[in-house]
């Protein structure tokens, strides 16, 4: 075990009645691994890692982790009480949001003037921020409109305000060149134009909606139940249709009649959670993403009008699963108090110190994880870990005595 895995996030009271060693603390650790040509893992160098290891998180000491993040090259970490923001990784074109280009190596705290951030999204090469107040930050890349203050930005290394949004904002995410927000009332917003050219192609001679060709933020027509929109290629809308340009609801007998949850979208395939904890996913599946066997045939069987194995699957070994996030093309999730990944594995996202995709859920390690989170090609997890205070050395694994709330289902 690395020596800085000292450099806690947290300190955690024991419970009453625990018997554990007098000079015993609970601690916690960042964990990275993957893909790391830029210093995305934040340890201090830009090798790629094939197996968990601890960060330098020294900047994060006595801090509650709420969310990590990441981008194509660059990680995000909130932290809980403060919402306070590191980074670390990629930072060409400001989405560090440092003020300047240059990247870093290393966890290193964002000024937000005097904001509080409640929430993170990492695009591609962009990072929005969301503050308690419910008003929305952008920096990085702007050559798609992705950071939703028009065109005349190209890209910021300083944190731009969204004005375009009129209404607190409650939730964010972000693609690969385009974002989303929902806001308090309920409405849905869409900016960037990264999927422009495609539906052009596909909904020749028809228009394209304005939600998918704005700079600015632009409501997008939903209400209620799991919708889906934009690419089908690879069969993650779960429809006949290569694309679809509107909010089209996801028919609900394919998740065996139950109501979603929570989802979480990679860039071809998508992972949904239903209200009694059973986990489906559906799309594309050739590097292991989907967590199940899935054929390629070109000759695919159909079912309802979509090739079979494009269809919703119900992967068992997720069920009950409190975390899901999804890289580019592969996957983490809790489970218990177990950590699993799966997917496209090129440069040891896995963390099973290969480099070869993984079919499905298995156990990374024995970490014992509270917070998640992928970039494209990179994972990170906040793990619990009990330190001896004497000997500042890792001796045993124990339960966390509080549940940490899930971000893949909020």
Known sequence: MPENCDSAVNHVRFPAGCSMETHSRLTFCLYAWGANSYGQLGQSHVEDQCVPWVSDSSALQDRTVRVVDGGGGHSVVLTAESGEVFVCGQNHRGQLGLGHST??????LCPVLNHRVSNVACGWDFTLLLTDSGQLLACGSNAFGQLGVGQTVTHSSELLVVEGLKEPVVNVAAGLRHSLAVSASGSVYQWGTGLFSHAKRALSPHPVPSHLNSKLPCPVPEEGELFLWGSNKHGQLAIAESFLPSPTLLNRSLLRGEKVMGVCSGWTHVVAQTERGRVFTWGRGDYGQLGRSASVSENAEMLMGIRKDCTPLEVTSLYGATQIVCGSEHNLAIVGECLLSWGW????????????DVFHPRLVSDLRPVVI???AGHSMAVCGVTTSLTQNSVHAWEELE?????????
Not at 345 to 356: F, L, P
Not at 402 to 410: I, L, N, R
């Open 402 to 410: 509080h549940k940490q709330s899930s971000p893949f289902t909020e």
């Open 345 to 356: 594995n090129e440069h040891g996202m896995c963390g099973d110190g290969s480099q070869a």
């Open 373 to 375: 989170g992928c970039g």
């Open 103 to 108: 990247n870093i190596l290393t966890l290193q």
